[in-house]
Every structure is written in structure tokens, then in C-alpha cells.
């Protein structure tokens, strides 16, 4: 039920915003031809350029992760197959936002049929882009900041003078015992 729920929260989210937009755009009657296009073609092009990159940036981090506390509990709870799919999910958006983006830019010009759909189909990425942009950056920051928050936890910093005193009288009575 827990994954069920989930599931729902990382599809539905980008869907109902992608939807949004797309309803927003329709009601307002916002034609591909629109003054400013090709810069807002372009300003896409370089989010989602930027976001892949991170993404790549942050997989990297996750490997050096993967046997920390965190993942461990993702995995005993079985819901690493979740946070594996949003990440797909996400970075998949991304590179289908971008293609189509740099799609529109060169066809921009040029009125065919399906320009419109094509364009209708870009406004739906971008709101589903964006939302599933957040979600996995607020994952993945999650993991790096959870991490750093379990190291710090147990960190000589935090443990009490009493509970110091025992330790290095344990690592005393430890280095007698080995002479």
C-alpha cells in the first residue's frame, strides 16, 4: 500500500502540474508564435541541460553512498526500486524536454500540422519536468544531507564528557591488554 501511495505522490504530482500548465496555456490561447519563443526555447534548453548534469553530478555521489545507513534502510524497506524509478523517471523527462525543445527551435519557422501538438506536448513536459525536477533534487539532496547528518551523529562533538571518558578509558584498557 505504502509503494501504491508512492507511486501516486511522484506520478501524480508531475502529472496534475503538467496538466496544469497545459490547461493554463489552452485557456489563455498562448500559440507556439508567441513574442519571446525562441528565448524561452533557449531558457529551457539550459534548465534542462543544467538539471542532467546535476542528476549525472549527483549519481556519481549515490555510488559512493550506496553502502551508508540510508541505503540500507531503503533497501530493508523496499523501497529502493521507488527511488530508482523516480530518478529514471525524471532524468528521462529531461532528455525527452530537451530533444523536443531543441526539435521545436528548428521547426519553429516552419508551420506544419503537428506543430501544434508538438508544442502542446512540450508545454505538458515542461510542468511535468519541473515537478519531477523538484521531487528528485529533494531526494537526492535528502541522501547527501541524511548522510552528513548520520556522520555528524556520531561524531566525538556530540557525546558528552562522560561518555568521552569512558571511550578513552575503554581505548586504554584495550592498548594494556595487547602489551
Known amino acids: 500500500m505504502k509503494k501504491l501511495i508512492s507511486c501516486i505522490a ?3 504530482l508531475p502529472l ?5 500548465l497545459l490547461i493554463g496555456c489552452l485557456y489563455f490561447k498562448v500559440k507556439m508564435n508567441f513574442e519571446g519563443m525562441s528565448d524561452v526555447l533557449n531558457s529551457i534548453i539550459t534548465f534542462t541541460s543544467i538539471v542532467i548534469g546535476f542528476y549525472t553530478a549527483m549519481y556519481g555521489v549515490l555510488i559512493t553512498l550506496e553502502n551508508s545507513d540510508f541505503f540500507k534502510r531503503l533497501r530493508s524497506n523496499k523501497a529502493d526500486s521507488i527511488f530508482k524509478w523516480q530518478l529514471y523517471l525524471s532524468l528521462g523527462t529531461a532528455f525527452i524536454t530537451l530533444i523536443l525543445s531543441i526539435y521545436l527551435q528548428g521547426v519553429s519557422k516552419y508551420p506544419f500540422k503537428l506543430r501544434h501538438f508538438f508544442f502542446l ?3 505538458f513536459l515542461i510542468g511535468f519536468l519541473f515537478m519531477t525536477s523538484f521531487q528528485s533534487i529533494s531526494l537526492l539532496l535528502r541522501v547527501v544531507f541524511n548522510h552528513t547528518q548520520i ?3 556520531t561524531s566525538d562533538q556530540n557525546l558528552s564528557q562522560n561518555e568521552k571518558m569512558k571511550l578513552r578509558k575503554n581505548m586504554n584498557s584495550q592498548k594494556d591488554i595487547k602489551k
Do not use: M, T
Not at 496534475?16 to 496544469?20: D, T, Y
Open 151 to 153: 556522520r555528524n551523529e
Open 10 to 12: 511522484y506520478i501524480g
Open 121 to 123: 506536448l512540450w508545454i
Open 16 to 20: 496534475s502540474a503538467g496538466v496544469l
